[in-house]
């Protein structure tokens, strides 16, 4: 319960990313959140993704909060669809792997918030794909061919342990560090990284948005 109120606190907000480095990009900015924030570094791969998550969502709502607590998946990807350049954001409609799909919250709000946030950035949505090993070439026509906007290696098994562990609003918001054009094996590829690097770092107040929004009473 909130202090004095009676009322139960806001639910948190678990912002969950694979690499050291992502997680710098987030640090700090931290003011302005609805409720508790926590930064978590899952990392690489599915299978360390969903230990993590699974660990820090064990037990269910805190308590005296208003809910479960809200998950987003964010970081780098690998962009699937010609055009694409390093710093585009990509909002997950969906995010998918062999074992299932699972739907986002709030697609349309997250989105209006990052271009509200990053106004020069170009902003994607739609499904976003789950890998185990890092894909290129050919493997990533296929899968932009069978419908998928991008491909990272954590944010679908992150947000299927979240809804596994508890009915919950998440989210996947990922900024391409690599593209078609942009491969990160190319020339160029260390001014694309820094360039993901600085967009990551704009993003938490969309974040926070959203969260806010999800804590409104329903009308």
């Known amino acids: 319960m909130t202090a004095g109120t009676g009322t139960p606190a806001p639910a948190p907000l678990l912002i969950a990313c694979a690499l050291g480095i992502e997680r710098l990009a987030l640090r700090g900015g931290l003011g302005g959140a609805a409720g508790p924030v926590t930064v978590l570094r899952t990392g690489m791969g599915p299978q360390a993704a969903e230990r993590a998550v699974t660990r820090a969502l ?9 809910g479960e607590t809200a998950v987003i998946a964010t970081g780098f990807c690998a962009g699937l669809a010609p055009g694409m350049h390093p710093g585009d954001l990509v909002v997950a409609d969906e995010t998918r792997d062999p074992a299932g799909r699972t739907e986002c919250a709030g697609v349309e709000l997250l989105a209006k918030e990052l271009a509200r946030v990053a106004p020069r950035r170009v902003i994607h949505t739609g499904p976003l794909v789950g890998s185990d090993h890092v894909v290129r070439g050919a493997e990533r026509g296929a899968l932009h061919a069978a419908g998928a906007l991008a ?44 360039s993901a690097f600085r967009v990551l770092r704009t993003v938490l107040p969309a974040f926070f948005e959203w969260h806010r929004s999800l804590l409104l009473p329903r009308r």
């Open 58 to 66: 064990d037990g269910g709502a805190p308590p005296g909060s208003g």
């Open 151 to 194: 491909v990272d290696m954590e944010s679908a098994a992150t947000l299927r342990s979240a809804v596994r562990a508890g009915a919950r609003p998440v989210a996947a918001v990922r900024v391409v560090v690599d593209a078609p054009e942009h491969e990160l094996v190319r020339i160029g590829t260390l001014r694309g990284g820094i």
